[in-house]
């Protein structure tokens, strides 16, 4: 049972303290290597979490629960894990049920879609200026699917065409 409840804290701790995946396999990685696992079995799950579909901070969850107390530490350290997001979208949720009809909030949200689809584009620029691969081909491929995004193309369709685009220009 102090297992359980370790591996509980554990990642109840780690989810409430990181926002993303990658932030959370660092925490994962400063608490359980040395105390849970060894730097080589962390280096072999986080490997194995990558090469499987979904969370990686969910799939590491369970693979540490289950190396340390099987199917039943599996599964407490998947609810700790799943606990804080999901009570914080409650919490959310409930906010913004209450305030749904004030008019404010919708002139807030109109207010923010301007601003976080500036950010968006200014994020994608820091990024190709980051790889230095910013030429003729890259600007090819993002204009065609600015192009195709505006006449409305599912995307998940542009995604694969800009990978396929990417595979036959460069």
Do not use: C
């Not at 999901?86 to 949720?93: C, E, I, N, S, Y």
């Amino acid at each position: 049972m102090q297992t359980l409840l370790q591996l509980f804290w554990l990642f109840i701790k780690i989810n409430l303290l990181s926002t993303s995946g990658p932030a959370s396999i660092g925490l994962l990685h400063a608490e359980a290597v040395g105390s849970l696992l060894t730097e080589a079995q962390f280096i072999e799950v986080v490997g194995l979490s990558n090469l499987l579909p979904g969370s990686e901070a969910l799939k590491l969850a369970m693979f540490v629960g289950y190396g340390m107390a099987g199917t039943p530490g599996a599964l407490v350290s998947l609810l700790g894990s799943i606990l804080p997001p999901t009570v914080l979208m409650f919490a959310v949720v409930a906010v913004l049920n209450r305030l749904r009809r004030e008019a404010w909030v919708s002139n807030f949200v109109k207010g923010l879609t301007p601003s976080v689809a500036i950010l968006m584009f200014f994020v994608a620029i820091k990024i190709m200026e980051g790889s230095g691969d910013i030429d003729w081909r890259t600007a090819l491929i993002g204009v065609a699917s600015l192009i195709a995004m505006i006449l409305d193309a599912p995307a998940p369709l542009v995604l694969l065409f800009a990978g396929l685009a990417g595979v036959v220009l460069f």
